[in-house]
């Protein structure tokens, strides 16, 4: 069964950082791009970072460009995203999301996480 457990959300203030942790189980992680994705509170789904197999690849979304970094291990079957100069705009629900193959590009949502929470206050 594949298995996405996402952590490292929390409450930061203005100008902050966190990392974001999504460990992968139940499927040949180095094979597949991966994702994240966020929804903010009554709003929609939106992209944010992908990135290819190897983690030599990445692309970003306009909203987050040089202030996030998505990497992977993997040996240890995890997903990161570190977030630096947040905002209050990037308060939402961040989700860990697997791709249906290994193109970065051409994202094909699969299998989601639970998601966790990142909340950008003072």
């Known amino acids: 069964e594949v298995q996405l457990v996402e952590s490292g959300g929390g409450l930061v203030q203005p100008g902050g950082s966190l990392r974001l942790s999504c460990a992968a189980s139940?499927?040949?992680?180095?094979?597949?791009?991966m994702i994240w994705v966020r929804q903010a509170p009554e709003k929609g789904l939106e992209w944010v970072s992908a990135i290819n197999p190897g983690g030599g690849s990445t692309t970003y979304a306009d909203s987050v460009k040089g202030r996030f970094t998505i990497s992977r291990d993997n040996a240890k079957n995890t997903l990161y995203l570190q977030m630096n100069s947040l905002k209050p705009e990037d308060t939402a629900v961040y989700y860990c999301v697997k791709d249906l193959g290994s193109d970065y590009k051409v994202l094909e949502y699969d299998t989601w996480g639970q998601g966790t929470q990142v909340t950008v206050s003072s």
């Open positions: 139940g499927f040949t992680f180095s094979s597949y791009a």
